[in-house]
């Protein structure tokens, strides 16, 4: 079975993890804030707070952002579910925003008047153009889970050039890995306070009262990431480059192999961006058919996502028109994108679509 993505541990990534196995911290230790520089350093923003999941870092970011009942908060339907439940976890209202056919990427010009907050999706790895927004919401977080690695004219994606947070995960499916894990970069020291007291219940130190004194000054969860995570993190960061640029070749070679075949591939990079092809979702008619094929040929396509406005728990925003999210949906197929894919598994790939349509 070919899957739609991989992770690429290796020896040095084990041998990381092992060194902290073996030391006196597992969590709450060094590991965890030289992680968060280095990330901090790859983006070029100031800060960066580690979580327990790209999820749980959302919820922070909303929550730091003091967003809450009565906000309202635009987001695309082309997207995974953490993406609006982490405004719902606040109580705000979600209003979605619908897709341009030709970027899959929320539609800046459909942005309506008045909402609070955006949680910019750059689907696929390809960055939403945050100088394209009508106007600035009060708060802008990039949900860069697909991104990390890309570029803008304004640099990395996670700079936060334009938006107050960008979050990313580490899920192994996405650029690198640490098992489950998140991070949100930014410029606003406050926000980063605001973010490492929720992840660790509300919890301020007060030494003033004695050495062992804290106060649990402010809602907070236990959304801590491990030092066995930083470790392993820390070394996946050192291959993130030639991770990208594979993404980035096989991407390209996808494009050449399938130019005689009816589908539609994904826009690649305006100038001045660089894409970070976390998928490559292709779109074809008959997808439900061709998937099927494929399934039982042993290649793991995926569909992503199903918009949100589709699933129960966004049963509120069921009736929200959005004929272009709706009308990808019908027709996206993720075919298998990840470092490690051999160009003889990618001919397989093709082989096995050709046959499909
Ligand atoms: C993976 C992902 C998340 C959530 O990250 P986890 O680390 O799995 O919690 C959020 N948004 C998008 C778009 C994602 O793909």
Redesign the pocket.
């Known amino acids: 079975m070919i899957p739609y993505g991989r992770h690429s541990v290796d020896d040095d990534d084990i041998a990381a993890v092992v060194q902290v196995l073996k030391g006196d911290w597992l969590t709450q230790g060094p590991a965890v804030p030289a992680f968060e520089r280095a990330i901090a350093e790859q983006v070029e923003a100031n800060y960066a707070v580690a979580f327990s ?6 919820h922070a970011a909303t929550s730091a952002s003091g967003l809450g009942p009565g906000d309202v908060v635009a987001t695309s339907p082309l ?2 579910v ?2 609006a439940n982490c405004s719902r976890y606040v109580g705000a209202h979600i209003t979605l925003v619908d897709i341009d056919p030709k970027t899959l990427l929320l539609d800046p010009t459909d942005i309506p008047n008045g909402i609070t907050a955006l949680v910019a ?1 750059h ?1 696929a790895g390809l960055p939403l153009d945050l100088t394209r927004l009508p106007y600035r919401p009060r708060v802008v977080i990039e ?1 860069a ?2 991104a990390l690695g890309a570029r803008t004219p304004d640099g990395p994606v996670g700079n936060c050039a334009r938006s107050d947070m960008a ?1 990313f ?3 192994p ?2 650029h690198i890995t640490t098992g ?3 991070m949100i970069t930014t410029n606003d020291a406050e926000l980063a306070n605001e973010l490492r007291k929720f992840r660790s219940h509300g919890i301020i130190p007060t030494p003033e009262h004695g050495g062992w004194a804290y106060n649990a000054a402010g809602n907070g969860f236990n959304y801590r990431f491990t030092d066995i995570q930083a470790a392993l993190g820390m070394s996946q960061l050192r291959k993130l480059g030639s991770f990208v640029t594979r993404r980035n070749e096989l991407a390209e070679r996808y494009r050449e192999l399938l130019t005689d075949l009816p589908v539609v591939t994904p826009p690649p990079a305006p100038a001045g961006f660089l894409h970070a092809y ?1 998928l490559f979702p292709i779109q074809v008619s008959g997808r439900d058919k061709v998937y099927e094929h494929m399934w039982a040929a042993g290649i793991g396509v995926q569909v992503h996502y199903v918009p949100l406005h589709r699933h129960d728990v966004f049963a509120d925003l069921r009736n929200s028109r959005l004929p272009h999210a709706d009308g990808a949906y019908s027709r996206l197929l993720s075919l298998p994108l990840f470092p490690t894919l051999t160009e003889a598994e990618q001919d397989l790939v093709v082989r096995s679509l050709a046959d499909a349509l």
Not at 53 to 58: K, M, Q, V
């Open positions: 999941s790209g999820t749980a870092a959302l997207t995974f953490a993406s999706v689907y949900d889970a697909h979050v995960s580490f899920h499916v996405k489950e894990g998140g976390h």
